[in-house]
């Protein structure tokens, strides 16, 4: 056998399933370690490339491994479920990492620092609490409705229910109890989120890149802050590779040498196309004739599709965009009203 040259890992909380080739392709090592034994396996190799699925703790194991000296390398798991050849088990999973490693096309996933980690979490930590204090809202407006009080929607009009709950006589003192545990609930939520808020706009507030996107019509600073930490402009060819990565491009269903295309792919980042195609809903509302949101292309775009169609368009429009401002470092160069000389 050879000099080992690759090492694929299956991790896990408790137990690593290792599986390393040499340059020929020959198994080398195939074992299962528990979780300080691991550590210490890799720290007694000599640096060599080492493959993990982007998954739950890949990016803390990346940074660990490449302090070792190794080069790590992380593929996300969709690409490797087609190597996975029968079964499933921790020794498979492994080999198949391993097997898409060797693709010369295989499509990477950024090893992240533990800085932008923090940073990521805030974001993900600000839509976790806007779930739950939509949930409990939505819970408030549902106990009110069976006992005849509604109220009309949004998360401002909670306050004004509550207010109505606890003044009408033919509302059960229990029931009363549970809705104002329902609105202190809801107020906590209200204030944490608050503070979330706040450490994205010092985010925001302290970040180039994400100050330059939010001169973007439709991008806000949580989108552009979002935007400014999870995507890195050199892993893509161009602005169009960046959309289809978001899920904004046509799925394709070709065949014979005859093109057709479907809706929208919906892969990649789910959040970042959320937020692109509510801030280019954003833009359709106020895109009134003669306003500057108003560009020849979006004009004549409305005046021959849907509007929710015509949002998914400018939201593909708005990423590339995004692109060519951070690949290129330029500034936001508004178009010209329809109709302008």
Not at 160 to 177: C, T
Not at 212 to 233: F, K, M, Q, T, W
Request: charge should be positive; glycine fraction near 10%; aromatic fraction near 4%.
């Amino acid at each position: 056998m050879g000099e080992l040259t690759r090492v694929a890992v299956d991790t896990s909380k408790a137990v690593f399933a290792v599986h390393g080739e040499d340059a020929a392709g020959r198994v080398v090592v195939r074992r299962e370690l528990r979780r300080a034994a691991f550590e210490a396996f890799m720290a007694g190799l000599a640096p060599v490339e080492v493959v993990l699925e982007a998954c739950g703790a890949s990016h803390h194991w990346g940074r660990r491994l490449g302090a070792m000296g190794h080069r790590v390398r992380l593929i996300p798991p969709q690409y490797v479920r087609p190597f996975v050849r029968r079964g499933k088990t921790d020794r498979a999973d492994a080999a198949a990492i391993c097997a898409a490693a060797g693709r010369p096309d295989m499509r990477e996933v950024p090893l992240k620092s533990a800085g932008q980690q923090a940073a990521l979490m805030v974001l993900r930590l600000r839509e976790l609490l806007v779930k739950q204090r939509t949930a409990l809202v939505n819970a408030l407006r549902g106990h009110a409705a069976e006992f005849g009080l509604v109220a009309p929607q949004g998360i401002g009009r909670a306050e004004e229910l509550l207010a109505r709950i606890a003044a009408d006589p033919e509302v059960p003192e229990l029931a009363r109890e549970s809705f104002a545990l329902l609105g202190q609930q809801i107020a906590a939520v209200g204030a944490q989120l608050a503070e979330a808020d706040a450490r994205l706009g010092a985010l925001h507030k302290g970040h180039e890149v994400s100050r330059r996107l939010a001169a973007v019509p439709g991008i806000g600073p949580v989108a552009a802050i979002s935007l400014a930490l999870a995507v890195e402009p050199g892993r893509f060819e161009s602005g169009r590779h960046l959309a289809a990565w978001l899920g904004l491009t046509p799925r394709e269903h070709s065949t014979g040498g005859r093109q057709r295309l479907g809706g929208i792919s919906r892969a990649g980042h789910e959040r970042l196309r959320s937020l692109l195609v509510l801030g280019a809903t954003a833009v359709i509302r106020h895109a009134r004739p003669g306003s500057r949101l108003a560009t020849p292309w979006l004009t004549a775009l409305l005046a021959r599709k849907p509007r929710k169609l015509a949002a998914v368009a400018l939201a593909n429009k708005m990423a590339r965009v995004v692109w060519a401002m951070m690949a290129r470092g330029e500034a936001y160069r508004a178009r010209p009203l329809a109709g302008a000389a």
